[in-house]
């Protein structure tokens, strides 16, 4: 079992930065890989981007790519996603994922998930 709880979600202006953090229970973190996932109001929960289990692999959506960055810190059982340069399109709750999926863009090959935390980008 691995429990989530992800946070640092805010109101930020458009072009600002936030610093999301999804902290794990459990010894097993380094044997998950983590994403981040996304979910704005009447739209279905999508990719944003994943973390192999070393960190030395890295994975985005093209929505986000050049502009997040994801990393983990296996000894804090840890993930981040830094968002840079956020858009009002980028505004939805923020999810931390963990699971061993075989396609890392796919959210129902997760097996645990965070609460969420809610971005929200406007003026």
């Known amino acids: 079992q691995v429990q989530l709880a992800d946070t640092g979600g805010g109101l930020v202006q458009p072009g600002g930065s936030l610093r999301l953090s999804c902290a794990a229970s459990g010894r097993t973190f380094s044997s998950y890989v983590m994403g981040w996932f996304r979910q704005a109001p009447g739209k279905a929960r999508e990719f944003v981007a994943a973390?192999?289990?070393?960190?030395?692999?890295?994975y985005y959506a093209d929505s986000v790519k050049g502009r997040f960055t994801i990393s983990r810190d296996n000894a804090k059982n840890t993930v981040y996603l830094q968002m840079n340069s956020l858009k009002v399109e980028d505004t939805a709750v923020y999810y931390c994922?963990?699971?061993?999926?075989?396609?890392?863009?796919?959210?129902?090959?997760?097996?645990?998930w965070g609460q969420g935390t809610q971005v929200t980008v406007s003026s």
């Open positions: 994922a963990a699971g061993r999926p075989t396609g890392w863009t796919r959210p129902a090959l997760y097996d645990y």
């Open positions: 973390v192999s289990l070393s960190g030395n692999i890295t």
